[in-house]
């Protein structure tokens, strides 16, 4: 009885030695029951340790660096589709899904009409055509955006941040592309109003191509730059990334205000232009027409089509840019806004419609056989 219990003793010195040896606290042997079985208990705990253990021939034991212990990895946190989805949301993806199909099938009809009659081969109808095209973008963007928007809400998947990017830029080329397109369009009716002697010779069908070559791509420049920022990329819901497409960084969005202040600063000169010669010879012309009891004249008619297509504009654009110029971290405001996108470019055909007669009946002539 004595010899088993120095035996024992032995061999819990020994563990007691291992385990100092290897870095095991000796607070793991805490729950031994010393027993009748402890020599048993004993001799699997010293098999449990030596498995930690390799032989090297050259050295004798070494210690085994590998870990037993797994390691903790945090899972990833994926994008909180739950916080924003809700029926009102639902509903106005729906509406912008709708209005985007409009705003596509209406503008290119205009467009269509266009480009088909020679008659109306002119630079104010051309310019006009390259803004319904702009239009039609935007239509195409917003409907594409939509369906996708609903594909995200039905089947719980995140689009990747290329995706993501390639959203926002092209709501930035339609834009972009949009406020240039107007801003060449006013001038074309400054230069007819204000200087109407040198219009023939100086505003030309080929300059005006030549423009809205130069104005799209100006504007996709400009649309590639949310590709080339990699401050917010993939962490639009940080501080200081504006949540559009995959994150804007503030450098992109002053740049971007920037490049959209210019256009609005000329656009708003140019008709400040036109509608100080027409209140300059109102009453010359009001006198003429009612002499020769003619309409009123198309000069005063096409500057109000012209302002009233820009107020369309910034009341459509302005909301948007606001957000960005808050630098705004909410989601649904920001895409809130972007209804406003949809509904000018809704509105455009409309004003087509009811203000430009020829273009009216261009489209009509789209769908009879009358040339």
Excluded at 80 to 89: A, D, I, R, V
Excluded at 175 to 200: D, K, P
Excluded at 205 to 218: A, L, P, T
Excluded at 268 to 292: D, P, S, T
């Amino acid at each position: 009885m004595m010899y088993r219990g120095s035996y024992v003793m032995a061999v819990l010195l020994g563990l007691l030695v291992t385990s100092s040896s290897v870095g095991v606290s000796p607070d793991c042997w805490s729950d031994l029951n010393v027993t009748n079985q402890v020599s048993d208990k004993a001799n699997n705990s010293t098999l449990r340790i030596l498995n930690g253990l390799s032989l090297d021939n050259s050295s004798g034991l070494r210690e085994d660096v590998t870990p037993d212990v797994p390691e903790c990895v945090e899972p990833p946190t994926s994008f909180p589709l739950q916080k924003y989805e809700s029926t009102w949301s639902l509903f106005f993806v729906g509406v912008a899904l709708c209005l985007g199909v409009w705003s596509a099938a209406a503008n290119s009809l205009p467009l269509a009409a266009i480009i088909k009659h020679e008659q109306l081969h002119t630079p104010a109808y051309i310019l006009m055509a390259n803004m319904a095209a702009g239009d039609v973008l935007t239509g195409i963007s917003f409907t594409i955006g939509s369906s996708g928007l609903m594909y995200v809400a039905a089947t719980d998947t995140v689009p990747s941040d290329f995706m993501l990017r390639l959203r926002s830029s092209s709501i930035l080329l339609s834009g972009m592309s949009s406020a240039y397109s107007l801003v060449a369009l006013t001038a074309e009716r400054y230069w007819f109003i204000v200087h109407g002697m040198s219009y023939v010779n100086n505003v030309t069908n080929g300059k005006c191509k030549v423009v809205i070559v130069f104005v799209w791509m100006w504007s996709l420049l400009l649309a590639v730059m949310p590709h080339v920022d990699s401050n917010c990329t993939g962490r639009r819901f940080e501080e200081g990334c504006v949540p559009l497409g995959s994150g804007l960084s503030s450098n992109i969005v002053i740049v971007v205000l920037v490049f959209v202040f210019i256009p609005m600063s000329a656009i708003f000169l140019l008709n400040l232009g036109i509608f100080r010669c027409l209140w300059k010879h109102m009453k010359a012309i009001a006198a003429q027409e009612a002499a020769v009891g003619a309409q009123p004249s198309v000069n005063r008619k096409s500057a109000i089509t012209i302002v009233i297509i820009t107020v369309v504009f910034l009341v459509g654009w302005m909301p948007i840019f606001v957000e960005l110029a808050r630098l705004s971290t909410n989601l649904l405001t920001v895409y809130g806004m972007m209804m406003f996108i949809i509904l000018n470019s809704a509105i455009n055909p409309i004003i087509y419609g009811f203000r430009l007669k020829e273009v009216r009946r261009g489209v009509a002539r789209l769908f009879v056989n009358n040339h």
